[in-house]
């Protein structure tokens, strides 16, 4: 034997006989070779005045284990319960295990020996802890399983940590860090106000048995109520992070659960304390891989129970699954949040596209128009040149002058189209001056006074505008009036009416020209300023529609009602400048040249 | 009785201003190119000239600038289908600027206030 294999031996045995396991090693002849430290213990008796010691004389009853003995088959198989007798005489339940090996050429036997005494115990101690994990295990999956808002989420914790399905503490407050990052600060409070109450809630709920699903979803109507108490507690609670030896502050760094009473140092017990009002609490941290979120502090304030090492173990177990659910409910709200916005971005820019492409077509079938328009004037010029000859040179009799008349009257109303579409065409000039309303009506309509009398109609003035200006183009506005003012006289007629009236409204300016003539049909109100719409034998049809679009380019309405007395009423409405859109006099300049 | 010169590259058109220009009591000669209008004002010496602005070749505002330089010149009627050609400053040295039209009195009507006020600032 080399002195390492007789040191190892050593070893070995000198940690069976310190092993705190009750063991005994039997020999071949029945009596124990060896005994542990933790069968001298069990026993009663010191382990080396067990060697020699017979087995039978120790168990009872003495027959069961009659023929165990190191040399032989006992003919017990598996565990054997008995009872085995301590130094002092008492009677001890112990379960034995036997197993059989070889050793220096003789065969020994080893029993295990279990005090069945300390079993129950760990058994209860096992059961609590299945029932916990599989608690955790049911809030994990409320937690994750149903979508919950944050809000519902938090008071899902602090249910768990109160109910007594879950970890049974009395009261339960939690902490987050706010949205600037510097204050620990009270959210959500969770248990009864005081002791009579926490005894009727405890008492009710366990009448009802309420899982802890049902206690999350039935919470609102049945515990609400009763938190004003604990929840005036937890809006007292603020902890500035820069004060890292705080106790709270600290274990989130730590990130370790911990107990604290009225014996333990340090600052910021002393505060919690207060702020509970009772002598001992617990605090858990809530962290996720990207920091801290806060903490839970949990208190037994009306019971007194102590806390354990175990409440302790799973308040921490709890506390990661619930920092993992909040996080989660975080990150979700903020992908939804980034999810809307990015819809809107999309919706907008394929808006923006789509009136991209609108204005695109227009503007091609514009300058396709525009091209058209032109070629078709000169050969207009031609043939509506040559009837207008044609008819001179007739005979006033000449039935054929009648057709040359036809088609010079015809060729007109082209040549009235092709001028309408290429002014309608024809961008607008920007040239804008500040311009008194009533000043431009009523020099627009005083240039229609003699025909007006010609046709025996009467204007009346209206103007009470109250001398609003506005920015404008005056020579497209009075272009406007000008084509509402001869509408207006058309469909008056011979010795009718029409009103010519301005008006201040708030942030704009309505000019109108009303009529006592035969109106509109009311389904075409919506036409009236559309293209190429003419209720006239004669009209171009693009007479209001040029109106519509210099008023809009103005930033203005335009508008067409009829008259409740009979007749229809024709107005643009144009804005009041902005304030930094006021310019002095002279601002505008319109250039042009004469004939 | 004054010379009026047409400057047209429609040939229809040509003929119906001088239908209209002859009945309305003057003389008329035409061209069909800027270039041979620009010949004719030389030779012919015409009391007026109406241009067309839309021509093959040369346009009728390049023909009314080689006019504009000589001395003496002759009055020019600008008379186009295109009513944009306003806002061009180069078309404001013209005499008068005429949107064609099947109607051609306001040509004729042009052409004789242009003549008459030509008329009085000489006399």
Known sequence: ?595 | MSKVLIVDDEPHLRLLYETELRRAGYETLTAGTAAQGLEYVQTMKPDLVILDIRMPGMDGIEALQHILDRDNRVPVILNTAFSSYRDNYLTWAADAYVTKSADVTQLVEAVREVLDSRLASRS
Not at chain 1, 52 to 71: F, Q, W
Request: one cysteine or more; a negative charge.
């Open chain 1, 1 to 595: 034997m080399t002195p390492d294999r007789a040191d190892h031996r050593d070893l070995i045995a000198a940690s069976f006989c310190q092993s705190l396991r009750p063991l005994l090693v039997l020999g071949g002849d029945g009596a124990i070779a060896a005994a542990s430290e933790g069968a001298g213990w069990l026993l009663g008796w010191r382990a080396a005045e067990l060697a020699g010691v017979r087995l039978e004389d120790l168990v009872v009853p003495a027959d069961v284990l009659r023929n165990c003995r190191g040399d032989a088959p006992c003919g017990a198989t598996g565990l054997l319960q008995v009872q085995m007798r301590t130094a002092p005489g008492d009677l001890v339940p112990v379960e034995i295990r036997c197993s059989r090996f070889e050793q220096g050429g003789s065969r020994h036997c080893l029993l295990f020996l279990t005090d069945l005494r300390q079993r129950g115990h760990e058994d209860e101690l096992r059961a609590v802890r299945l029932a916990k994990l599989s608690l955790l295990n049911q809030v994990s999956e409320a937690l994750y399983g149903a979508h919950l808002s944050l809000e519902q989420i938090l008071q899902a914790v602090l249910i768990c940590v109160t109910a007594g399905e879950g970890l049974r503490f009395n009261r339960a407050f939690l902490l987050l860090i706010d949205e600037t990052q510097e204050v620990l600060r009270g959210e959500l409070a969770i248990g009864p106000g005081d002791r009579e109450e926490a005894w009727r809630i405890w008492s009710d709920l366990a009448g009802e048995r309420a899982d802890l699903f049902a206690m999350m979803t039935t919470y609102d109507r049945s515990v609400k109520q009763t938190d004003t108490a604990v929840n005036a507690i937890v809006a007292r609670m603020g902890v500035p992070l820069a004060e890292t030896t705080h106790l709270l502050v600290r274990t989130m760094a730590t990130r370790q659960a911990v107990r604290a009473g009225l014996s333990t140092p340090g600052p910021g017990v002393e505060a919690v304390l207060g702020w509970l009002g009772c002598a001992e609490f617990a605090v858990a941290p809530l962290t996720t891989r990207s920091g801290p979120l806060g903490v839970i502090i949990a208190d037994n304030a009306f019971s007194r129970t102590p806390i354990s090492d175990l409440d302790l173990e799973f308040l921490q177990m709890f506390a990661n699954q619930s920092a993992a659910a909040i996080e989660n409910s975080r990150l979700y709200g903020e992908l939804e949040r980034r999810l809307i916005d990015l819809r809107k971005a999309h919706q907008k820019q394929r808006e923006d596209q789509e009136t991209l492409m609108r204005m695109e077509r227009l503007s091609v079938m514009g300058e396709t128009s525009a091209v058209v328009a032109h070629e078709l004037r000169n050969p207009l010029v031609a043939i509506g040149g040559f009837a207008r000859a044609l008819v001179r040179s007739m005979g006033q009799d000449d039935p054929n002058r009648q057709f040359a008349a036809i088609i010079t009257e015809e060729v007109a109303r082209m040549e009235r189209i092709i001028h309408d579409l290429l002014d309608f065409i024809r961008p607008l000039k920007q040239t804008r001056e500040t311009v008194v309303v009533d000043d431009l009506v009523r020099e627009t309509v005083g240039r229609y006074l003699k025909r007006l009398e010609e046709k025996a109609i009467s204007l009346d003035w209206d103007l009470g505008s109250g001398g609003a200006a506005v920015r404008c183009h005056p020579g497209e506005i009075q272009q406007v009036l000008e084509n509402y003012l001869v509408n207006a006289m058309q469909a008056a007629g011979d010795g009718g009416f029409v009103t010519v009236a301005t008006r201040a409204l708030e942030g704009g300016v309505r000019v109108s020209v009303a009529d006592n003539g035969p109106g509109f049909a009311p389904d075409l109100a919506d036409k009236l300023f559309s293209p190429f719409f003419s209720t006239k034998p004669t009209g171009s049809g693009l007479g209001l529609t040029i109106c519509a679009q210099i008023v809009k380019s103005h930033g203005g309405v335009t508008e067409a009602v009829n008259r409740p007395g009979g007749g229809a009423e024709f107005a643009f409405i144009l804005p009041l400048p902005k304030d930094d859109e006021e310019a002095g006099p002279g601002a505008g300049v319109t250039t042009g040249n004469g004939l």
